[in-house]
């Protein structure tokens, strides 16, 4: 059972994560740069694409690694209030895989050098101070 609670919050944390990620970013194409969303709708062309993410302002990226950050967050303590048992551990796990959809999204829309460091970097640590945040296993509920 305690298995299964582990990948139940991990999957549930994936999801969480993926939403909050998902609204964050959409500021950039509802609020703060609306024109870069128009631009991008209906590029398939994979230079036209890497043109765009070349000339995306750097607002619109750290809107991104915000979401990233925030999706990690809330993820990772999803996780491990579900998990109870080794929290930090499946808090951990999620932010494992969220590296690996990171680095998956930058290979297909490649972005600036520089943002490959916080791709590496951002959610893991996110994810744990998510987990860090749940209420302990034995501790009462509100």
Known sequence: MKIIRGVLGVIAGFVAAGVVMMLVE?????????????????LKDKEAIRALMASAPVGALLVVLLGWALGSLVGGYLAAWIARSAPVAYALVLG???????????LML?????????????FLPAAWVGARMAPAAGAERR
């Not at 959409?26 to 209906?42: D, H, I, K, M, T």
């Open 26 to 42: 959409s500021l950039n194409r509802f609020v703060l740069y609306p024109e870069l969303g128009n631009a991008a709708q209906g």
């Open 96 to 106: 494992v895989l969220l590296t690996l959809a990171g680095i998956g999204n930058n």
């Open 110 to 122: 490649p972005p600036p050098a520089w943002f490959w460091i916080p791709t590496v970097l951002l």
